[in-house]
């Protein structure tokens, strides 16, 4: 009898096992009833059955077995990845799912080689193929149920961030009220500190919550609206002037940079892309910034000068939790390591993008946006 026949006409022993196995697995198995630890093995079974009656090249099996099997777009979820999800929901630890596999393997293997009448010509081959179709179940399993996991974890963060905010905003305005009431220089010097790591903690909540939003395919909020950048950046600059004494920051415009954006976000990039030239580049050095139109859209340059970022690292600037030195001093880490990869989500959301070129002792990262996008505000 060959191996697809035998798993059709034995699902139930095997999943009986399966089951069996399942229940081992606390603490979260403890809760789950039959159908729950059955879930969709017999489903699972019936598409192992099915691709092995398939004809398939020796390219499309290797594939397959690096779960990278070729599938339609828009296909429907497979028995494995509903499997997977439905196990990240009830808690189930990544080994767990994976030793699910491992059990169900060795339960059809034991009961089909354990009587010798099972065996043919094609048994090996029916062997290798089957492995091949675990071993494509688990790949499919665990790459949606880590999907699935990290969805919580960016949903929590947000959560998180979200609640933080209220007693925050409290701290924040009790310190101002407090700084206004008292003239005394000592109680001044404190509510100005605990003012200042407030709006610090406020700008980290913040740049958690567009991580979160971004990182759960949301992308970053923005509210577009007809403006001309030249005025918003120029007032940006001069706060960063008098926030970056030592730093010389030149400001140059050139064509036209009309168009629909959302101006606060504009600010936020020149802001972080300035702040990172000041922090990065050599110290005392100009951080040149332009501001150009024309007729593809409006682009942002900041440029400063240094020592050059390796070619193998620049693409990395832009992921998230990254920094720019990784000897950077502990007390100087004044933030989560996402400025550049909101920066991105910001020009990304604008219709735009940005990108950086570190050649020569100079560093330039170039943001371009068009005049107007179709994007929908979110």
């Not at 077995?65 to 999800?85: D, F, I, K």
């Not at 220089?185 to 740049?207: A, V």
């Not at 030149?250 to 300035?274: A, I, K, M, W, Y």
Request: hydrophobic letters at 40%; a negative charge.
């Amino acid at each position: 009898m060959r191996l697809a026949d035998f798993i059709e006409q034995n699902i139930e022993a095997v999943v009986d096992g399966a089951e069996e196995f399942a229940r081992t697995l606390e603490p979260a198995a403890r809760h789950l009833d039959e159908e729950a630890l059955r879930d969709h093995m017999p489903m699972i079974l019936q598409a192992v059955a099915l691709d092995l009656r398939s004809q398939q090249s020796p390219p499309a099996r290797r594939l397959k077995s690096l779960g990278q099997p070729p599938r339609p777009p828009g296909a429907p979820e497979t028995a494995a990845q509903t499997h997977a999800l439905l196990r990240a929901k009830a808690g189930f630890e990544i080994e767990q799912l994976v030793a699910e596999y491992r059990a169900l393997r060795a339960s059809v293997l034991r009961l089909w080689l354990g009587d010798a009448q099972h065996f043919s010509g094609e048994a090996s081959e029916d062997i290798v193929r089957f492995n091949e179709a675990i071993d494509q179940a688990v790949a499919e399993s665990v790459a949606f149920y880590t999907a699935e996991v990290d969805r919580w974890r960016h949903v929590f963060l947000g959560v998180l961030g979200h609640d933080l905010r209220g007693p925050l905003n409290a701290i924040l305005l009790t310190s101002e009220l407090l700084s206004r009431m008292t003239t005394r220089e000592p109680l001044s010097r404190h509510t100005m500190r605990l003012i200042q790591s407030g709006k610090r903690m406020k700008t980290l909540l913040d740049d958690l919550l567009d991580f979160s939003r971004a990182s759960l395919g949301l992308g970053i909020g923005v509210r577009r609206m007809t403006a001309d950048l030249a005025g918003p950046c120029e007032e940006e600059v001069d706060v960063l002037r008098a926030a970056l004494p030592d730093t010389p920051i030149s400001f140059d415009v050139e064509g036209d940079t009309s168009g629909t954006f959302d101006v606060s976000r504009v600010r936020e990039v020149l802001g972080n892309l300035v702040g990172n030239a000041a922090k990065y580049g050599t110290p005392g050095a100009t951080v040149a910034v332009r501001l150009t139109g024309d007729a593809d859209g409006v682009q942002l340059s900041v440029e400063n000068a240094g020592d050059p970022i390796p070619g193998d690292a620049v693409p990395q600037l832009f992921e998230p939790l990254r920094r720019g030195a990784p000897s950077e001093p502990l007390g100087d880490r004044a933030n989560l390591g996402l400025g550049l990869f909101i920066v991105r989500e910001i020009a990304r959301a604008h219709g735009g993008d940005i990108v950086a070129v570190s050649a020569e002792g100079k560093t330039r990262f170039t943001m371009r946006l068009p005049h107007t996008s179709d994007a929908p505000d979110s």
